[in-house]
Structures are given as structure tokens and as C-alpha cells.
């Protein structure tokens, strides 16, 4: 078994007049194919100034140690701030597809798995994670697809008719990077050996701000300790809620839950 792994991500204010270029993300995190292998070692180091295992990590990680290949392809992450501009994304995906286009050709690849934030704004686009899944969906055909969320992440009806998992944080202030990613490896290698998930998914136009949506105190604290008991049961795999970035400029911005 050989799966991809990949990340485009930003958080973005709607609000902010500065946009976010290809230098943005060159100053922050760009990392490419035997360099992204690298970071994501247990010796490595993912995300200089941040973290040392985030998401590829665990997910790399975690196929190690289910005896599965993995394949990186690309790494991009930048600060929060403004709205890409149209070329910083389609540059960005177009790196993402031509390297996934190259590892199919080479080995095939079984499945991917997108580390992608949910509240990334384009200037000209509404809804840009799912143009990105769109993209690779093209590219891969009907093979699993799973990606992970920022709990900010908005869900939207198109990027869900195009995954196989959508799987978020699970604790905010966010300190489970590297645990999502591990828990993202087992949902797609269980998707590439015939157990293919089934998405249940609800979203709610509304928001509530800040220190309110902590998991650690109420009124969050029982329905994050709900979570966690539901994963415990065999026939799940992951339960999230996504409580949204208000500051995007998404007509179907809302709280979500996806099991």
C-alpha cells in the first residue's frame, strides 16, 4: 500500500486589506517531496518555530508503524492573514497535482491524505479546500480520500460529496496535531483495504466567540467528553465538531458535526 500525503493551509481574515503570496508561504513553511520525507521523521522537525510533529507527522508516523509506504508530495503553510491571491493558490495546487500526477505514474498511489485548515479564503474563490479536494479528486479518480480540519473549518456540501473522512481537532487551544494525523493514516488505510466509511454531517448557521468554544471548561468540556466516547465505539471511526473562523467570508459559514 503507497499513500500521499499533502498540506495546503492557512487560516484567513476575511477582513484584512494584505494579501497572502507564494512568498508568504516560502517565508513560513514550503516544503517539497524528500525534504517534506525528512520533516516528518521522528528525528525531523515539521514545522520550524511551531511544531515539531504536526499533522504529516502523525500521519507519517502512523503508517510506519502499520508496515504502509507513504509518498510526500507537498507542504505549505503560512501565518494567518489576508486572502490568497488567485495565483499564490492555483500555484500551490497546481504543485500538489502535478507531484501526485508524478507519483501515480511512478509506483500508483492507493489513497491521500490533505491536511487542509477549512477557513483558507482566495480572492475570487468561495470555497477554496473544496476546489483543492475537487482538484485532487480529479487526479486520483474514485481512490479514498481523507482529509483533517482545523476545528475553525468550515464544512461545506462540496467538499463532503468529495471525501472519504473529514476528521478535526479535537481540542481547543489546538495541542493534538500530530494525534489527528495518526488518527487520519488509520481512517485511510482501512478506506484502501475495503472498509470504506460512510460521512454523516450537519452544519448550523450560527457562532458563538472565542474563550466560549475552549474544550477544556463548559459549555464545550461535555460535548468534547461525548466525542471521545463515541470514537471509543468500534464502528466509528471519528467524531468532530467544527466551530468555524467568523472572520470568513463564507455565505455557508456555520458550526459543524462530522461523524
Known sequence: MRLAYARINQETNALSPVTTS???????????????ARACTKDGYEAEGFAKNA?????????ARQNVDTVPLVSAWAVPGGPLTRACFDELCASLVDKLR???????????????HGAMGVLGLVDP??????RVRDVIGEKPIVVTYDL?????????????ALIAYATNPHRDHRRTGA?????????CSGRRHTIAWRSLPMLLGGGTTIDLFPPLLPIFLRMRALERRREIVSASLLTCHPWTASPELAWSVVV
Do not use: M
Open 55 to 63: 499533522e504529516l507527522s502523525g500521519f507519517v508516523q502512523q503508517c
Open 152 to 164: 475553525h473549518g468550515n464544512v461545506t456540501q462540496d467538499v463532503v460529496k468529495n471525501v472519504d
Open 102 to 116: 508524478a507519483a501515480i505514474a511512478a509506483a500508483d498511489v492507493d489513497g491521500i491524505y490533505l491536511s487542509l
Open 129 to 134: 479546500e473544496a476546489e483543492i479536494v475537487r
Open 183 to 191: 488518527k487520519a493514516a488509520r481512517a485511510l488505510v482501512d478506506a
Open 22 to 36: 507564494i512568498a508568504d508561504f516560502r517565508r513560513t513553511h514550503l516544503l517539497e517531496g524528500d525534504a517534506l
